[in-house]
């Protein structure tokens, strides 16, 4: 059965910097498009990033854009979201999940790790 793990997550000041890494297995990860979501409390879970199959392509979020960046090592089936200049208001729990190409919805996810900011 496959898995997706997250990992990097933690406490920060305002300003600084995470990456956070998904580590898959159990499945062709470069069949599999993947992305960042994020849920803080009282919220809807967001897309923050998403990243193709090759990693060629990339969408962010409009409040992480020029911030935050997705990207994927195929050869290691990671996929990594690094975060800059961080903001109190990016405190979430973040998701990596993955879809299959032609797919609408993302079908496996993580367990989650914790970014928290402080201002």
């Known amino acids: 059965q496959g898995q997706l793990v997250e990992s990097g997550g933690g406490s920060v000041q305002a300003g600084g910097s995470l990456r956070l890494s998904c580590a898959a297995s159990?499945?062709?990860?470069?069949?599999?498009?993947m992305g960042w979501f994020r849920q803080a409390p009282g919220k809807e879970r967001e897309l923050v990033a998403a990243?193709?199959?090759?990693?060629?392509?990339?969408t962010l979020a409009p409040s992480v854009k020029g911030r935050f960046t997705i990207s994927r090592d195929n050869g290691k089936n990671t996929v990594y979201l690094q975060m800059n200049s961080l903001k109190p208001e990016d405190t979430a729990v973040y998701y990596c999940?993955?879809?299959?190409?032609?797919?609408?919805?993302?079908?496996?996810w993580g367990q989650g790790t914790q970014v928290t900011v402080s201002s």
């Open positions: 999940a993955a879809r299959t190409v032609g797919a609408v919805e993302y079908s496996y």
């Open positions: 990243i193709s199959t090759s990693g060629g392509t990339t």
């Open positions: 159990g499945r062709t990860f470069s069949n599999y498009r």
